[in-house]
T-cell receptor
Framework: ETGVTQSPTHLIKTRGQQVTLRCSSQSGHNTVSWYQQALGQGPQFIFQYYREEENGRGNFPPRFSGLQFPNYSSELNVNALELDDSALYLC?????????????FGPGTRLTVL | AQTVTQSQPEMSVQEAETVTLSCTYDTSENNYYLFWYKQPPSRQMILVIRQEAYKQQNATENRFSVNFQKAAKSFSLKISDSQLGDTAMYFCALSAGGTSYGKLTFGQGTILTVHP
């Protein structure tokens, strides 16, 4: 069984640029959540996708957007990058509802904004 | 809104000894789950243990156990027979029902160092 994978591993961008991060969910999982983890902090919920629709959003501006595809993989897009967007971005997938609310995390993408 | 608080930024323990990490939380939901996740320096987040709020019995997973005090909204993690591989950042997390289904709210984390 393949776990959650993310690409790329590392990324360096400059202020004002746009970035796309990718996530493949674990087999059988239909829900994907994205989190931002600043250095030394706990992850913060960005948003969640279920069956290709956004299903909840945290306190992040609209320049953070996402997509989920029919195979349940997902993208996180960030426009007009700011220095504070530098963080580890974690993707997590979870099995169909009715289970334990558990989420399975990928290794993350380290984004550096210069 | 859900909140999770970990009041111990750093902890250390000698190998083979026992250590307890603290966590308090707040939610208005009746149906929720609590988790302890481990994030080693390699950074992949791994689930350590899970507790369903409706279960009174404390969860255990090998050397890891929790003390779940629902009325006090407290959820501590006890690691017995600590091993060098337990060195990591530990996060307490809450997943509540209702509109917050599937959204994890994390604490600030506790850095645990196991010394030989």
């Amino acid at each position: 069984e393949t776990g959650v994978t993310q690409s790329p591993t590392h990324l360096i961008k400059t202020r004002g640029q746009q970035v796309t991060l990718r996530c493949s969910s674990q087999s059988g999982h239909n829900t994907v959540s994205w989190y931002q983890q600043a250095l030394g902090q706990g992850p913060q919920f960005i948003f969640q996708y279920y069956r290709e629709e956004e299903n909840g959003r945290g306190n992040f501006p609209p320049r953070f957007s996402g997509l989920q595809f029919p195979n349940y993989s997902s993208e996180l897009n960030v426009n007009a990058l700011e220095l504070d967007d530098s963080a580890l971005y974690l993707c997590a997938s979870s099995p169909p509802s009715g289970s334990s609310y558990e989420q399975f995390f990928g290794p993350g993408t380290r984004l550096t904004v210069l | 809104a859900q909140t999770v608080t970990q009041s111990q930024p750093e902890m250390s323990v000698q190998e083979a000894e026992t250590v307890t990490l603290s966590c308090t939380y707040d939610t208005s939901e009746n149906n929720y789950y609590l988790f302890w996740y481990k994030q080693p320096p390699s950074r992949q987040m791994i689930l350590v243990i899970r507790q369903e709020a409706y279960k009174q019995q404390n969860a255990t997973e090998n050397r890891f156990s929790v003390n779940f005090q629902k009325a006090a909204k407290s959820f501590s993690l006890k690691i017995s027979d600590s091993q060098l591989g337990d060195t990591a950042m530990y996060f307490c997390a809450l997943s509540a029902g209702g509109t917050s289904y599937g959204k994890l709210t994390f604490g600030q984390g506790t850095i645990l160092t196991v010394h030989p």
